[in-house]
């Protein structure tokens, strides 16, 4: 791959370091906008739910329970906003929860996937997938169940316009929703021909020097696309070897497993931790309420 993906020809040493962090600055800013609706929606629901003070009082809750369980702000204020309601605020959230042993993640050299957090096994599916399809352009996205899409997680030798616009992809226009609404690895033989892109999309994608692409779905035990990985070409490309197709659908199909683990178990214990600390909330009222209303 060209230096397009990797930083501008014009800064050199630690400017062009500087002009990175920067870039980085402002793609991450631009996914806390993209992100503000369903945190909101989530400090409403947690507000409501605890009779907090103000959202300012359940963003902490949010953050707390994040920062504990290693879980990004935003895949917890999802699991909110979707997963039913307790029972009773002052029991468990998922009673009778039974909790199962990580599945295997050594397709892409994980060794205690137990221990692992899901960023790090996401950039190493796509490491494996790079390697498999020997390129080193590419990114992976997590499914987005509250806006029907994908969203990118981890991307390497792509250009910022290309990161910027497919930061989030709807459910058609590009290979990648095609392989999710399909749940099938999905090769694009040349970019600049097939008819899955839109117009618009194609255009990014060949600017970023993509000529041809892989799209390989992380698959649940359910069946459901929990991800997807992609890999970018510089050249139009031909089928791949069935080796490596069933090494790569083998991944992805490990790597969804393990997805799926991790939001009924890691994301589920960082709810219930979350749900704790509401209902001591909660109770804290209840207390400060009858003290005043005694006195």
Same mark, same amino acid.
């Given at each position: 791959?060209?230096?397009?993906?990797?930083?501008?020809?014009?800064?050199?040493?630690?400017?062009?370091?500087?002009?990175?962090?920067?870039?980085?600055?402002?793609?991450?800013?631009?996914?806390?906008?993209?992100?503000?609706?369903? @945190?909101?929606?989530?400090?409403?629901?947690?507000?409501?739910?605890?009779?907090?003070?103000?959202?300012? #009082?359940?963003?902490?809750?949010?953050?707390?329970?994040?920062?504990?369980?290693?879980?990004?702000?935003?895949?917890?204020?999802?699991?909110?906003?979707? %997963?039913?309601?307790?029972?009773?605020?002052?029991?468990?959230?998922?009673?009778?929860?039974?909790?199962? *042993?990580?599945?295997?993640? /050594?397709?892409?050299?994980?060794?205690?996937?137990?221990?692992?957090?899901?960023?790090?096994?996401?950039?190493?599916?796509?490491?494996?997938?790079?390697?498999?399809?020997? &390129?080193?352009?590419?990114?992976?996205?997590?499914?987005?169940?509250?806006?029907?899409?994908?969203?990118?997680?981890?991307?390497?030798?792509?250009?910022?316009?290309?990161?910027?616009?497919?930061?989030?992809?709807?459910?058609?226009?590009?290979?990648?929703? *095609?392989?999710?609404?399909?749940?099938?690895? %999905?090769?694009?033989?040349?970019?600049?021909?097939?008819?899955?892109?839109?117009?618009?999309?194609?255009?990014? @994608?060949?600017?970023?020097? #993509?000529?041809?692409?892989?799209?390989?779905?992380?698959?649940?035990?359910?069946?459901?696309?929990?991800?997807?990985? #992609?890999?970018?070409?510089?050249?139009?490309?031909?089928?791949?070897?069935?080796?490596?197709? *069933?090494?790569?659908?083998? &991944?992805?199909?490990?790597?969804?497993?393990?997805?799926?683990?991790?939001?009924? &178990?890691?994301?589920?214990?960082?709810?219930?931790?979350?749900?704790?600390?509401?209902? #001591?909330?909660?109770?804290?009222?209840?207390?400060?309420?009858?003290?005043?209303? /005694?006195?």
């Amino acid at each position: 791959m060209g230096d397009m993906g990797k930083g501008d020809g014009r800064y050199g040493g630690g400017e062009g370091e500087e002009v990175a962090r920067l870039r980085e600055e402002v793609r991450n800013l631009r996914a806390q906008v993209r992100s503000r609706p369903l @945190i909101s929606h989530a400090q409403g629901i947690l507000q409501e739910r605890y009779r907090l003070p103000d959202a300012e #009082s359940a963003f902490a809750l949010l953050r707390q329970s994040s920062q504990r369980f290693n879980v990004k702000l935003r895949v917890l204020a999802e699991a909110v906003v979707r %997963t039913q309601r307790p029972d009773d605020p002052q029991e468990l959230w998922f009673p009778g929860r039974v909790r199962r *042993k990580p599945p295997l993640l /050594d397709t892409v050299g994980v060794d205690d996937p137990g221990r692992a957090n899901r960023s790090a096994v996401l950039g190493a599916v796509l490491s494996q997938t790079l390697a498999v399809t020997g &390129t080193d352009m590419g990114n992976v996205q997590i499914a987005d169940r509250a806006a029907n899409g994908l969203r990118m997680e981890h991307h390497t030798g792509l250009s910022e316009h290309f990161v910027e616009f497919f930061a989030f992809v709807g459910e058609d226009g590009t290979s990648c929703a *095609k392989a999710a609404r399909d749940v099938a690895l %999905t090769t694009v033989h040349d970019v600049a021909a097939d008819p899955v892109f839109t117009e618009e999309a194609r255009h990014t @994608i060949l600017v970023a020097g #993509s000529r041809a692409c892989h799209s390989v779905p992380l698959v649940g035990e359910s069946g459901a696309c929990l991800g997807m990985v #992609s890999a970018h070409l510089e050249r139009p490309t031909k089928d791949l070897h069935p080796a490596q197709e *069933k090494a790569l659908v083998a &991944t992805g199909h490990q790597v969804g497993r393990w997805l799926a683990w991790h939001e009924r &178990t890691v994301v589920m214990d960082a709810l219930e931790h979350l749900h704790a600390l509401g209902g #001591s909330r909660d109770t804290d009222a209840d207390t400060d309420t009858g003290t005043r209303s /005694d006195s």
